[in-house]
Antibody
Framework: EVQLLESGGGLVQPGGSLRLSCAASGFAFNNYAMNWVRQAPGKGLEWVSA???????NYADSVKGRFTISRDNTKNMLFLQMNSLRAEDTAVYYC????????????WGQGTTVTVSS | DIQMTQSPSSLSASVGDRVTITCRAS??????LAWYQQKPGKVPQLLIYTASTLQSGVPSRFSGSGSGTDFTLTISGLQPEDVATYYC?????????FGQGTKVEIK
């Protein structure tokens, strides 16, 4: 069974840092692009970042320069290093797997909650 | 960056009704568009990719159409289990922007 399991969320003060992890299983992780998508309380989906199998990365303007996506294909793990956190980064963060043709996200984790507050 | 605008923001329809949701891109994106369904309290699920191709396991009452800047998601015969928020997402080039969502309720 294809599964994604996020961890690392929590409460952090503005300006602080947090590292999210996503453990993948049930598929050839190194062959697929992966994404982070977030959802602020009561709001819609916001794509945050993506990384290809060859480690090519992309970021939303709202997080560029503050967040870094990475992956460890030997451990089937996806990461999101979040620095200089702001109140507006408060959200549920989902890890999501791209389809093989990178034309949609076909598997999503359950999400991990990040709260930025003093 | 290309903006994705959905309409309406919410709608209420009766069971069995035909429901149409529109997604408009500020610039052409060919057919690089996906639709997602997010039921209350649940994780989003991929419904349609390349604007009109149904993801495996999705009921055939869902369909998508469009190309360029204008796209539609149609539910042919709304069911109670279709209560959800629906999002479009562009996939032509980064950033992979989502629309703001359309909330579908039963009248």
């Amino acid at each position: 069974e294809v599964q994604l399991l996020e961890s690392g969320g929590g409460l952090v003060q503005p300006g602080g840092s947090l590292r999210l992890s996503c453990a993948a299983s049930g598929f050839a992780f190194n062959n697929y692009a992966m994404n982070w998508v977030r959802q602020a309380p009561g709001k819609g989906l916001e794509w945050v970042s993506a990384i290809g199998g060859s480690h090519t990365t992309n970021y939303a303007d709202s997080v560029k320069g503050r967040f870094t996506i990475s992956r460890d294909n030997t451990k089937n793990m996806l990461f999101l290093q979040m620095n200089s956190l702001r109140a507006e980064d408060t959200a549920v963060y989902y890890c999501a797997k791209d389809r093989w043709d990178q034309l949609g996200m076909d598997v999503w984790g359950q999400g991990t909650t990040v709260t930025v507050s003093s | 960056d290309i903006q994705m605008t959905q309409s309406p923001s919410s709608l209420s329809a009766s069971v069995g009704d035909r429901v149409t949701i529109t997604c408009r891109a500020s610039l052409g994106i060919s057919n690089y568009l996906a639709w997602y369904q997010q039921k209350p309290g649940k994780v989003p699920q991929l419904l349609i990719y390349t604007a009109s191709t149904l993801q495996s396991g999705v009921p055939s009452r869902f369909s998508g159409s469009g190309s360029g800047t204008d796209f539609t998601l149609t539910i042919s015969g709304l069911q109670p289990e279709d209560v959800a928020t629906y999002y479009c997402q562009k996939y032509d080039s980064a950033p992979w922007t989502f629309g703001q969502g359309t909330k579908v309720e039963i009248k």
